[in-house]
């Protein structure tokens, strides 16, 4: 009988325990979303010259959430993006949306420009 009771004590403690620590996780990475969401200015993005060559986001490779503004001056970037290009270092990888290419001669322009 006491066996019983220490293992129900264990198992209610340990559940305590997790759940606790779900929250606590849950809480951080939610205050974590809004201190970026309010550093990068509520859906603002990072703002690029679309003129900008060996830069990801205006790579026709580029695999992040983007688009061209209406004059297509500028291209602004969501998120960070993988890179599609096999010639590339980064081939597979995630980038950010100013990230310079090392290799000469893999960009190709974004058809979107």
Request: aromatic share 6%; glycine share 8%; charged share 20%.
């Amino acid at each position: 009988m006491v066996e019983n009771q220490k293992r129900r004590n264990f198992i209610v403690t340990a559940g305590k325990l997790i759940a606790g620590s779900v929250a606590v996780g849950s809480m951080s990475a939610l205050s974590a979303a809004e201190h970026m969401h309010h550093e990068m200015g509520a859906g603002d993005g990072l703002q690029l010259d679309a003129a900008a060559k060996n830069t990801c986001a205006t790579c026709q490779y580029w695999g992040g959430m983007r688009r061209v503004s209406k004059d297509k001056k500028s291209v602004v970037a969501q998120s960070m993006g993988w890179c599609n290009n096999p010639d590339s270092l980064n081939h597979m990888k995630m980038t950010a949306a100013d990230h310079q290419m090392k290799k000469e001669g893999i960009w190709k322009k974004w058809a979107a420009l």
